[in-house]
């Protein structure tokens, strides 16, 4: 079964700043998603990639398959983007269960 | 097109109550898949079905919780005779295919509280 790990669990960033969250896995899988979530809220799907990198918006997601590592980036920082940031992998090969990581809680000050 | 739809949003039931959760996919998408997030801790998959099937149910505890997808109307997650450690945000997605390698779509969200 995929172990899926996210660091840091906490960020606090001020505003403006570019911020990195990183999420590792232990099975080889052929996509990875990131999604986020508000407070209360639902749960938005942000990327799901199997390669290379993504950008949308003021939001970059990377991967590489063989480090089995993926990075969420966000530039220009605003406290709008304050929510739980998680990365969910196939929990095998070919599965389509999903394994989540715990997530990453963004606070971004003014 | 709507997105996922969940309802209730919000829901509170004394110990030893009925809970029922509804879930309607997106408008095309037969795949349904029911995840709880505990209090402080990560999303986990309980159950997939497909429309009037059970296709995973692995992740539900055996006893007290029932999933069903009939051929019309909501998937339904029914929790019989609740206790307080049932208290959870209970989210359904869905997806045109099977999930792994499909993007995922979630819904809001039922936020469960057991009193």
């Known amino acids: 079964k995929n172990e899926v790990e996210q660091s840091p669990q906490n960020l606090t960033a001020q505003e403006g700043e570019f911020i990195t969250i990183n999420c590792s896995y232990s099975?080889?899988?052929?996509?990875l998603h990131w999604l986020q979530q508000h407070p209360g809220g639902g749960i938005v799907s942000l990327f799901m990639?199997?390669?290379g990198k993504k950008k949308h918006g003021r939001l970059i997601a990377t991967i590489n398959i063989q480090e089995k590592h993926s990075s969420l980036h966000i530039t220009a920082s605003h406290p709008r983007d304050s929510a739980v940031y998680i990365c969910a992998a196939p929990s095998g090969a070919g599965s389509y269960q999903l394994t989540f990581g715990k997530g990453t809680k963004l606070s971004v000050i003014p | 097109n709507a997105g996922v739809m969940q309802n209730p949003r919000h829901l509170v039931r004394r110990r030893g109550q009925e809970a029922r959760l509804r879930c309607s996919p997106m408008k095309g998408h037969s795949h349904v898949y029911w995840y709880r997030q505990l209090p402080e801790e990560g999303l986990k998959f309980m159950v997939y079905?497909?429309?009037?099937?059970?296709?995973?149910e692995s992740g539900m505890p055996k006893e007290r919780f029932s999933a069903e997808f009939p051929k019309e109307g909501p998937s339904i997650l029914r929790i019989q005779q609740v206790v307080r450690g049932d208290s959870a945000a209970y989210f359904c997605?869905?997806?045109?295919?099977?999930?792994?390698?499909?993007?995922?779509?979630f819904g809001q969200g039922t936020r469960l509280t057991v009193v």
């Open positions: 079905l497909q429309k009037e099937n059970i296709i995973d």
């Open positions: 990639l199997s390669s």
């Open positions: 997605a869905s997806s045109p295919h099977q999930q792994g390698n499909t993007e995922a779509f």
């Open positions: 099975v080889g899988i052929s996509a």
